[in-house]
Structure formats: structure tokens, C-alpha cells
């Protein structure tokens, strides 16, 4: 299937690698595809350039927001959820019309350091802005409650014996993502219901950072256990 | 152990019931016992009248916030939660100075209906809130993340498979809960940390609802599986 990742950062990196190791065709898409690959610092989250990683994943193409958005059957926002909205605008909405758009990001305010707060919670959800923002999309939020090296490869912990959770209005799209979720591992996927169910699992991630915390390690999950 | 529980709706009856059993002695605390007692009609929530709860327990004694908070060497605050700072200042500082207070309430906010949303979040949380105004009082945020049945019997769910959270600034009074969740059946206490980390456990219940909803039972739990 034709992927596009929206975002370079270690998200989009984690899962574009993990996708085209199951052989799709994976487009990765960034502002400015010449001054990513120039790069030659580790970015604000430490991730090594864009460059460093590239070189062992060949079979990822670097182009565009758009370019990517363009190629992707399905897309995947990976962006920090600050750059959710500016990057899925210059993606373009007629790029995105009437296809799957996984969005991964959580709406998380590092302005006063850590822990972060949510900017958008309870009454509103950083899923619902994007679906609002853009009407023919088919928003399903997903993934966003783990670790990226989780959401790829879910059972390198406890077998993949864990919960992961899909929020969305269009039945299909959900089904389409629970497929793509099952193919990487993924073993109890939950429907929470309707993108207004986006409020809850991005507001899992206060205790999940405290979590990372208390725990030491990202390397954990949720399970729903009933 | 003497224990007082403030709150005669589910949570309360439930842990009271669960205490009692286990050989604590238990008063629960409300406003006016005598008007409690003399109701004949099931509670807002459905459950049926006090009197008709207390004539199967009589092993727990009713008697006012004041005299419960008195009782107890540890103190439950199991009321909902627009009613725990009222119902914690009528129980009076004196009688809660230097104790460890239990506090499983949630600032859930029905006005809009179902799904409520939190009064207060994120930047604060209702832990918090009765910490401050109780600064003599050595609060605990646990059990908040659960049906009031798995709070009390944990092992009728997956034998106990799953995870409960303490925050608090006082870690012999963590250390005092922890050992009171094992008692009744908690296999996986996890300390998130001083109070403030009650903002991450209370934000659990948005995502709660709607697991209710998407799995129509609330008796499921949080595993946090590592």
C-alpha cells in the first residue's frame, strides 16, 4: 500500500521504516525536503539527522508535505502536535480529500517544561481541530498513547499483550486502520467511538509522562484489562 | 484498624462493606445521619436506601463527618467530588490533622451530561485542591481510576492482573495505603509521585467514560503493562 508520513522526527522515522520493512511504499514528507537533508546536528529531541537515518533506510522516499500527502493511500500525521495544523494545511487539503489520515499527535505545552500540559483538552481535542480543519478527511486518532518504537513493533513487550485505541466518525477508516494496526503486531485494538473520543486518550498522556517517570523507561503501555 | 470512611454513595458503602469484612472498624460519615437513615428512595446514582445497605451491614456505623474523621486512623474520602472539599471542611481539620487521608474522588462535571468533563485539570487537580486545604492532612490520591467493586475487590478481575496508582507528598502515608491496597487484593501499586501527579490519574477518567461507553461495563481496569 502507498504510505504517506507526515513529520521526520523519531514518529515519523519509527513508523516509516517499520512500513516499508512490510513493504509498502512510503513517502515521508517535511517543509523543506533539501534543508532536512542538510542537516547535520541531532534535532531538539536528540534524534540524529535526518540524513544519518535515511542512509540506512533507502527504501523511505524524503519529499514534500504535499508530495508525500499526494502518494499516501493512507497518511499519518507524526508531527509534534504544535506543527499538526500548519503541516497538514500545507500538505494540503485536496492532496488529503477523502483519504485515511492517522493521526498520531498529542497536543503536549513544553512551555513551562516538564511535565507538559495539553494546550487543547476535555471540551475540544487536537483530533477533532484536525478533522474540523479538514471536513473530507477521514481522521482516525491512533497510537498516540505509547512510545513510537511501540506503536511499530507492539510485541517486543509482553508479546504484544496490550491495548491500543482508535477515535474516528467514519467506520470504515476505522477498520482500514485496524487492519494496518493488526499487520504490525497490534493485538486488541479498541474503538473508542467518534473523534470526540480523541479527549480521552490525549488526556491518557499526563500520566503517561508521569508514568515515563515513575517508571524510568518509555517502554511501557496500557492495557485494558476486562 | 479504625477507619473512617466520609461519603455514603457506592464508593463509600462499597469500601465500607470491603473494610468491615477484612476486620477494620468503620464508620462512615455523613451529613446528617439521621436524615441518611430515613430515606426510603434509591440515591441519585440508582443505589437503594441507605437504611436498606446498613441493615445487611451492621458491623459499619453511621455517624457524622466529624465523628467518622475522629474514628478514623485512616480516613476515606470517598464522596463526589463537588461534594469532598464541603464534606472534608464539615469533618474539620482537627479531627483529620496528621492522618492519611485516601481520597478516590474525581472532579467530574455532569452538567452537560454524559460524558462529564473535569471542573479542574491539568495545571491543578482535586488531590491538590484537598491538600491545600488541608495542608496538616497527609492526602493520598488513589483507587479514583476504578469501579467502585474493583477498588474494594480487585482479584474478581483477572485475579487482580492489573494496576493501581498512589500520588502524595508523604511517603510513609504512601507506604501506609500500599500496604492497605495489598490487603484487599492490589498486586501492582505504582507510585507516580508527590501530589501533583494526581492531575495524571484523574485525567485517566475522560478516557474511563468512554471505555464504559465503547465497552458497556464499567468493571474493566488500567494495566500498565512493562
Redesign the interface.
Known sequence: MKIGVIGTGSVGRTMAARLAELGHSVTVGTRDPAATTARTEPDGMGNPPFATWHAEHPDVTLATFEQAARHGEIVLNATGGSGSLPALTAAGADNLRGKVLIDISNPLDFSQGFPP??WV???DSLGEQIQRALPEVRVVKSLNTMAATLMADPKQ??GG??SV?VSGNDADAKATVTTLLESLGHTDV????DIT?A???E??L??????M???G?P????????
Open positions: 500540559s495539553l483538552k476535555d471540551t513487550l509482553a499483550d496490550h485505541f479498541i474503538d473508542l467511538g473520543t479527549r480521552g486518550s488526556m491518557l499526563p500520566i503517561w509522562v508521569r508514568l517517570s515513575a517508571l523507561t517502554i511501557f503501555q496500557f492495557k485494558i484489562v476486562r
